[in-house]
């Protein structure tokens, strides 16, 4: 009883704190607006952002940017956890495999994605694909390699349990090592999850003619409208937070409760 | 392959000459050849000769282990022990003494260097469903419920969702779990937990069981109590029984005979009757033939020991570990911490 209500208290605090801490923020910005004199066009003060923020949703300006770059990151994020995994497991299980393969994956995740983006909307052109490509490369790097780390550190005395049970090479993966690995993994899927947005948006620029990367360019360029390129740009970073969120929420549905 | 029949022709004498040059100086040995794990399925009498037999045939088992900075280290010798059906059988010795490395053979999950391990008649080439384990810690799956584990190696060997279920069903109300059933293992404590190890160990119905310590992680009151579960579901499974124990009474109290071994090389050393009636209980003890088991069991063990303490350390002495460690099955060599009367087990 006392126990759920130093829960409920604890989550009223915490609550609290958040908004506290937004208004903190929100009230310097005004205050650097007004002591300043910045002029709306550089920097325009919170609540106009905020009024831009809610009439481009209403009036169907950031939606279909926002739908477009949110199913490029979802896609590109699942196309590289996807392709992620296995690399993972085999760079873990494979001596051979991790000395062949490294060099290159280390490799391109240490070329910037911003150098790469233009040769891949050259090769995949400027649709939806490029952006999966590029959202997918990009997730792929912290997947492979927490999976890697997390299989690498299963517990031998699991495995030889499994073995002493008659596991194949493929129920030992599948029934040890994966569940094992998976706080390692899902780990990795936080990373992935966030970069997914940077690489979605360094996608549109490009090249692309939707998108809230497009959006940004779009607000800053041809429509000279500063206090939309913001409302963009809160756009690209609650759909960040908001993906973040759903892979914390799925870790803890799947690994919470092992201990 | 040739180094392979060379040992075999005069293995003996280099393994003793191995021994004997480990206990006085450990770096002279560079001339013996490096053993690599490998199988040897040859058998002097033969699978068929003694297919009839049901129980485990251990015969001329030798195993050695590649060390990192000399010459392999020779974890059980040309070692020979028949147990037989439905018989309790205890290992004791100090630690290093290839208890476990013997264990494992037993259970098919390391090769033998030469000479051969059969249970029920069948010569063992790998884990082996005949055979279940019990390890030191219960090595549960922390993602599964118990009753998810008690069912791994069902799910592992196929079988069907009903057959499982029951089957499951079935170890748990034997080893006393049932209302445990949908509980997760950290929720359950070190004695329970090893309860459930032991009914998974059961699942595929093996005629043998083999326990690598499995009182070791369990505190000296919980302890007592498990060694008589133990008697209790091997009475009801009708199991032969293979335990590595540290204590001395624990062995007298629950086996048919004390095995005692020595270390490095791992050999026999006696191998004593305990002559108490069934069902065991802890008085026993103090019988005439229980006393008398437990002193012989001690001389034996006090004779290996002395020879211990004039080992050099060539083996860094870590913690508790000389089974559960997958990658040094030695380690923990030269530590004379064996006299562990019920409980008190240092390290874990």
Known sequence: MSAQQGRHRRRWSSALALVVGAAIVLVAWQAAIVVGGYEPYLLPGPLEVGGRFVTGWTDGTIAPHALTTLQEVVLGFLVGAALGVPTGVLLARSRIAAQVLSPYIVAAQSMPILALAPLIALWFGTGLLSKVVICGLIVFFPVAVSTMVGVRSVDPRLIEMARAFRATRNQLIRQIELPAALPAILGGMRVGATLAVVGAIVGEWAGADRGLGVLVNLARGSLFDTPLMFAALLTIAILGVALYLVVVAIERRLVADRS | MGEGQAARW????????????????PGSRRHLPTRTPRRVRTSRAGPEWRSS????????LSRSFPTIDGPPLLAL??????????QAVAIV???????STLLRCVGGLLAADRGTVSIDGRIVGGPDPAAGIVFQEARLLPWRDVAGNVGLPLELAGRGRATRDARTAELLAL????????????QLSGGLRQRAAIARALALGPSVLLLDEPFSALDA?????FGFELLRIWSRTATTILLVTHSVPEAVV????????????????????VDLPRPRQLSMLGSASGSQAAAAVRAALGETTGEATIEPRTTEPSPADDAGDLRDPLAGVGRPAWFDPFGREEGR
């Open chain 2, 53 to 60: 037999l049901a129980g485990i045939e251990i015969d001329d």
């Open chain 2, 93 to 99: 010795g100090p630690n290093g003494c290839g208890k």
């Open chain 2, 175 to 186: 080893v006393g779990l049932t209302e445990f059933a949908t509980s997760r293992p950290h």
């Open chain 2, 10 to 25: 005069d293995g003996r004498e280099r393994h003793d000459a191995a021994g004997i040059r480990l206990l006085a100086s």
């Open chain 2, 77 to 86: 010798d040309r070692l020979d022990l028949s147990v037989a059906d439905r």
């Open chain 2, 254 to 273: 629950l086996a048919d005979r004390v095995v005692v071994m020595t270390p490095r090389p791992g050999r026999i050393a006696a191998d004593i009757a």
């Open chain 2, 221 to 225: 009151l919980t302890r007592e109590r």
